[in-house]
T-cell receptor, first 114, second 116 residues
Framework: EDKVVQSPLSLVVHEGDTVTLNCSYEVTNFRSLLWYKQEKKAPTFLFMLTSSGIEKKSGRLSSILDKKELFSILNITATQTGDSAVYLCAVVGVGETSGSRLTFGEGTQLTVNP | GAVVSQHPSWVICKSGTSVKIECRSLDFQATTMFWYRQFPKQSLMLMATSNEGSKATYEQGVEKDKFLINHASLTLSTLTVTSAHPEDSSFYIC????????????FGDGTRLSIL
């Protein structure tokens, strides 16, 4: 069974701090790892990672994948109150009978205080 | 970017009612759509995978007759919760993707279902 574990589950920081969110996984026939941000509604897409060691960057957010050690990190620098959300890590694997599927971690609840 | 529209965003209805939720991909053709359920403070749980023109594949423990899924076109999938009961109250989210293996899923805004 595919498994995605995120840590920490909850994090409270002050504006301006830098945070690192962790995601480790076990999946059959790994295809890609995705990061999403979920506020009050459905998740919004942040990054899709398929290759090891190549950093993806978007503004203050960046992410990298290590396929040997089976983990990814999401960094947020100079955090703002608007970064407060649940950050979800998900992995796409291809099962023999189930086809391609997305397995989510529990998420990290990030709270940025002013 | 890819846009997925989900409707309605909130439904409140009596026990025993059937409720239909629509999921549309607005600017791309979705060969595959997924339906998830999310309980408060928990992550998304996949209910079923729907490929256009074929029967949905349900996850273990999800009742096919309870949660009817139709994916009749490349831009529309529907989830019907039949004879809904209070335990079916939840946040239902759909996602759509053109090519599952190498493109990210894009999510609708979700439907909050409350059964009285």
């Amino acid at each position: 069974e595919d498994k995605v574990v995120q840590s920490p589950l909850s994090l409270v920081v002050h504006e301006g701090d830098t945070v690192t969110l962790n995601c480790s996984y076990e999946v059959t026939n790994f295809r890609s790892l995705l990061w999403y941000k979920q506020e009050k509604k459905a998740p919004t897409f942040l990054f899709m990672l398929t290759s090891s060691g190549i950093e993806k960057k978007s503004g203050r957010l960046s992410s990298i994948l290590d396929k040997k050690e089976l983990f990814s990190i999401l960094n947020i620098t100079a955090t703002q109150t608007g970064d407060s959300a649940v950050y979800l890590c998900a992995v796409v694997g291809v099962g023999e009978t189930s086809g391609s599927r997305l397995t989510f971690g529990e998420g990290t609840q990030l709270t940025v205080n002013p | 970017g890819a846009v997925v529209s989900q409707h309605p965003s909130w439904v409140i209805c009596k026990s025993g009612t059937s409720v239909k939720i629509e999921c549309r991909s607005l600017d791309f053709q979705a060969t595959t759509m997924f339906w998830y359920r999310q309980f408060p403070k928990q992550s998304l749980m996949l209910m079923a995978t729907s490929n256009e023109g074929s029967k949905a594949t349900y996850e273990q423990g999800v009742e096919k007759d309870k949660f009817l899924i139709n994916h009749a076109s490349l831009t529309l999938s529907t989830l019907t919760v039949t004879s809904a009961h209070p335990e079916d109250s939840s946040f239902y989210i759909c996602s759509a993707v053109y090519r599952v293996r190498d493109q990210p899923q894009h999510f609708g805004d979700g439907t909050r279902l409350s059964i009285l």
